[in-house]
């Protein structure tokens, strides 16, 4: 069992940056992927941003230009690096790890609110 941590939310202003990471008890370096999930108030957990082991990157529209995902293989950790937040951007985010075709992991969720 892959154990993932989250850490570096909080409250921001619009307009502001955080920098979510996540550690995993594994070697990252022989996962499928990794990915950072939100999930608002009401609403359905949605992806934001995933990258492969070979480090390809896709994100949902609504974040493209202003956050970036990226991985640390020698540390194990994967961050979401999240400039110009929006209020839309308010949820619960989730670091997931697709570890093989048959075993994937979720964290336990870290809240990021953005208001003035």
């Known amino acids: 069992q892959v154990h993932l941590v989250e850490s570096g939310g909080g409250l921001v202003q619009p307009g502001g940056s955080l920098r979510l990471s996540c550690a995993a008890s594994g070697s990252i370096f022989s996962f499928r992927a990794m990915a950072w999930y939100r999930q608002a108030p009401g609403k359905e957990r949605e992806l934001v941003a995933t990258i492969t082991s070979g480090g390809n990157t896709n994100y949902v529209d609504s974040v493209k230009g202003r956050f970036t995902i990226s991985r640390d293989n020698a540390k194990n950790t994967v961050y979401l690096q999240m400039n110009n937040l929006k209020p839309e951007d308010t949820a619960v985010y989730y670091c997931?790890?697709?570890?093989?075709?048959?075993?994937?992991?979720w964290g336990q969720g870290i809240q990021v609110t953005v208001s003035s």
């Open positions: 997931y790890a697709e570890v093989s075709h048959y075993s994937d992991s």
